[in-house]
Every structure is written in C-alpha cells, then in structure tokens.
C-alpha cells in the first residue's frame, strides 16, 4: 500500500519536474529559434527602368550592359542596329551574373560556362531553366535626341 | 543493453569520464552560516553565460558602422521576432553580472577567502571583473546613441589626461584623435573577440583553481569549529544552484519585457551633450569623484589627473590584496582590512548615490544585504538534519 502510494508520487514529482524544464527549454529555445529566422523585409517592386540612350557607347563597344532593375541585375544586349533585348542576369544554374559574347553570339555564364542563346534559352552547359526575357521599347524623349531604351516587365 | 548504456560504454572506452565523475562525486561543500555567499560566484557565471548566448545572437543582425550601427539596433528593436527581448536581456544581464561579480567580490574579501593558498583566484578574479568593466565601456558604445557617444568622449577624456601615457591611451583607446565610425569598429573587435579571448582565458583558469582548491572556510568559522557535516556538491548543491539560475533567468526576462532597453537618439557629433549626461552606474562613484576636483595643476600634473591615478593605484592594491595582508597569515585575523573595506564600500555606495541625486543605489544595496542575509539565516536554521 505505502509502495504504491510512495511510487505513485514518485511518478508526479518526475513528471511536474520535466514538464517544467520542458517548458522552461521550449520558452528559451522559441524566442531564440524566432531571432535567428530573418524577418521579411518588404523590396519596392520596379516596373519600368530607364537604361539610357540608344548611342550608350558601352553597348556599342561590348555588346551588353547590366542595368539595376529594382533590387535585381538585367543584362540589354545590342543583337544588331536596332535590336535591343533584355533578359533577368542571373543565370538559372547558381547564381552567377551572366555575360554576353559578342564574337560567340552568345549569353555566356563564366562561373560554370553555362551558355544561352539569343532569346535566353540555355543551349549548353548546367543551365536548367532559360533566362526570363523582359520587354524592351525605345522611347523618344524629345526632337533631336537619340532614343531611350526603356526596359519593362512583360 | 540499453541504448544509454551502450552509449556510456562507448563514450567510457574513449573519454577518461570516470575520472570526472569521481570528482563530481568527491566534491564537498561546506555548510555554515555564509554558506549563502558561495552562490554569489556561480550566479555571476550565469550572468555571464547570458552575456555569450545574446551577443553571439545579436551579432546576427549588428553592423559596426557609424552609419549603419544605431539603424541596426533600431531594427534589432522593432523588426526582428524577439529582437527586443534579446537586446533587452543583453543589457540587463550586463548590469546584474558587474553587480554580482561586485558583490562576490565584497563577499570573498570580507570572508578572508583570498588567503593561501587562493592568492592567484583573487587575482584572476580582480582581473575577470576589470574584463568584465571593459566590456561594460567598449558595449556602451555600440548602439551609436548619443548617450554612448558622449560617455565614450568623457571616458577616454579621462584616460587621456593621465601625465606621460594619456596621449598614447587616449588615440590607443579612440584609433585616432576624435571618437570616430573608427573608434565604434575599434570597440566592436574589443567588445566581442579581445576580451572575450582574455576572459575565457581568466575565467577558465579561475574556475580551474575554484575545482582545484575547494571553497574556502572562512576563519572564524573554522576556529570556533561551527561546521555542520559538508553538503555533496553534486547533487546538493548544484540544485540549488540550478534552482537560483531559473530565478535569475525569471527576473531577466521580466525586467526585459516590463523595462525594455532604450535606444535614445542617434549619435551627432555636432550636437550638444544631454544635461545630466552619466557613464553607467558601475563607474558613477569615479566620475563622481572627478567632479568634485577643481581644475589647476601642481608640477604640471592636472589636478584631474591625481584622482585618476589614484584610482589606478586602488586597483593594483586590490589586485594585490592577498600578498599584503600579513595578518591572515600570521595571526588568523585582518581586522585593518575589513575596516578598509567597510570604508571603501561606503564610500562607493555613497558617492554613486550622490552621483545620481538619489537614495536609491544606498537602498539596493540595503536591500542585497537584507536578500542575503534572509536567505542566509532561512537555509541554515530550520533544516536540523544537516546537523554533526
């Protein structure tokens, strides 16, 4: 009978007592688990951006140029006299900031050579996705002046 | 075979762990009536496990820049899950550890506890809580608010204007000649990788010796032969222990959340300093002190200068405190030095509180003593079995 009673008892005590540091572990480890989770940080959405004229020399002279679009890089290729085509720069494979190779004719990726075509499809190499093409229209600010090229999400 | 015995059946093949748990099990406490103060170092070693836990995780999102340093803290504050919580602990686990290693200190030097053979534990104790005040300067800095940046100019002001090495100090201590975005990333490598290398360095060997030679018998206790049979450490003692831990963990998170840290207003350094501008408490009775001196100089030292060093020279005795009390050693009495520390803790108290205008430090301290002494008096009275 006192066995009983005094094992039973036993049983609370051990049960009230790690319930307890359960409790104490989990209200010390959820803040902590909280903190070290980033939280979201709101990214203002762009639309449209400005690349600059159409003489841009940079363009003339490699082909290509990376633009700022919002947080992300998008790289303007001068395909021929009026052919102007953008596309997100971050290639699909891992991240890297493609290139564009003029004498190759192609969108080129050093970190792995990962290669794309003209209209961002990935022809060769670790790419698994193509690049997102965006719009490109050039614009006319004003009588006289060379044409803008404007990039936008399509 | 269980799963936990096979595990310590491995562990023991390859881990000398019997040795530890001979030790474990060897380990005694003594049971007197200041068997209260024993708590006093271990609850400043909790503080301090804190201070490691939140700064490791605060510096996940600080970044040590005078552009960036205060908006970093403001979104530690506003926009992190917890961020203020952990902020919040951070600072007042700071101000709880100076104010316990204070009262360990006190407690150990009226207890006699640095005599032979524990004259190199007082020392790096001394040492761990001067590590302890340099992390208090170097942190109070760091969120880049006004209030920091004035302390920092007025605390490095004063090293500065020791005779022969200020100038080293004071460009030593700011990385240049102004406190800078230079100074702030200066600090920031002191706050969280110099000292703490120096401190794990002084606090490891300080525990090591605390295992090594067992707490002390205070000599009046010893000579009127006043013990009761030992407590075992473990599990005794570490329970309890354990059990002050919780209670400090509850208070922390209670003065984090009803009292979260401030932020204040970012730093200019072209804006005028706050009236009633204040280093924090732990150096209050020092530049209380300071403002009492009028300004001249004598031999070309600064009358400035004089209490400042003083103070330096205070810090070295304390340092030294077991080498030069002969008395404990050949007589098994100080009384000259508890008289001097009886002095020297009223006279901190009471300048801290004039410093603040305020009778309060005078009643925390009143209040401490009054905990310790309940607490003292409550674990050693009613309990009869523990009796020889």
Redesign the interface.
């Known amino acids: 009978m006192s066995a009983s009673l005094s094992t039973t008892r036993r049983r609370f005590v051990n049960w009230f007592l790690g319930t307890s540091v359960g409790a ?1 572990v989990l209200s ?1 480890l959820y ?2 688990l ?6 979201k940080m709101p990214e203002a959405t762009t639309n449209e951006v400005d690349a600059g004229p159409v003489t841009d020399p940079e363009l003339a002279e490699k082909g290509f140029k990376i633009v700022r679009f919002g947080a992300e890089p998008v790289i303007l290729i001068k395909a021929g006299e009026n052919d102007f085509r953008a596309f997100t720069a971050t290639c699909t494979h891992l991240e890297c900031i493609v290139e564009y190779r003029k004498d190759k004719r192609l969108i080129w990726c050093n970190c792995h050579d990962g290669q794309y075509d003209l209209s961002g499809r990935n022809i060769a190499g670790p790419p698994p996705k193509p690049l997102t093409p965006l719009k490109v229209n050039l614009v006319r600010r004003g009588a006289g002046q060379p044409p803008s090229i404007v990039i936008s999400r399509s | 075979m269980s799963v936990a015995a096979k595990v310590q059946a491995w562990l023991d093949e390859r881990v000398p762990l019997s040795a530890v748990r001979e030790l474990m099990a060897k380990k005694t406490v003594p049971v007197h009536k200041y068997t209260v103060f024993y708590y006093l170092g271990g609850m400043t070693l909790f503080f301090f496990i804190c201070q490691v836990m939140t700064g490791i ?1 605060l510096m ?2 600080y970044r040590p820049s005078a552009d960036e340093a205060f908006e970093s803290v403001e979104f530690i504050m506003t ?5 203020w ?2 902020r919040s602990i951070h600072s007042w686990s700071a101000n709880l550890m100076i104010y316990f290693a204070m009262l360990h200190l006190v407690s150990v030097f009226f207890l006699k506890a640095y005599r032979k053979p524990r004259e190199l534990t007082w020392v790096t104790g001394c040492l761990a809580l001067f590590l302890a005040m340099g992390f208090g300067f170097s942190g109070y800095l760091l969120p880049w608010n006004k209030l920091a940046f004035f302390a920092t100019k007025v605390g490095t002001d004063i090293a500065g204007s020791v005779p022969i090495v200020g100038e080293f100090m004071l460009r030593f201590l700011r990385g240049g000649d102004r406190v800078t975005g230079g100074t702030l990333s200066r600090f920031y490598g002191w706050h969280v990788a110099i000292l703490p290398a120096l401190m794990f360095a002084v606090l490891g060997l300080h525990l090591l010796l605390v295992q090594l030679q067992g707490m002390s018998i205070p000599p009046k206790i010893e000579r009127e032969g006043k013990l009761r049979r030992p407590m075992r450490f473990f599990p005794g003692f570490l329970l309890r222990d354990l059990f002050g831990w ?1 209670m400090a ?1 509850g208070v922390l998170a209670a003065l984090a959340a009803l009292f979260p840290w401030e932020l204040g207003e970012k730093a200019d350094p072209f804006a005028p300093a706050y009236q009633n501008i204040r280093p924090e408490w732990y150096f209050m009775f020092m530049f209380q002190t300071l403002k009492l001196v009028p300004g001249g100089e004598i031999f070309g030292i600064e009358y400035e200068a004089i209490p400042i060093m003083g103070f330096g020279l205070v810090g070295l005795l304390l340092l030294l405190v077991p080498f030069l009390d002969r008395g404990i050693v050949t007589r098994g009495k100080s009384p000259g030095f508890t008289a001097v520390g009886v002095i020297g803790v009223v006279y901190v108290v009471v300048m801290t509180a004039w410093g603040y205008h305020s009778l309060a430090p005078i009643w925390v301290v009143l209040a401490t003593a009054a905990l310790i002494a309940a607490l003292g008096v409550g674990t050693y009275r009613p309990s009869m079995r523990g009796r020889k």
């Open positions: 104490l010390i803040p902590v909280r903190f070290i989770s980033p939280p | 995780l996940l999102y926009t992190v899950p917890f961020g919580l952990i919780t963990l």
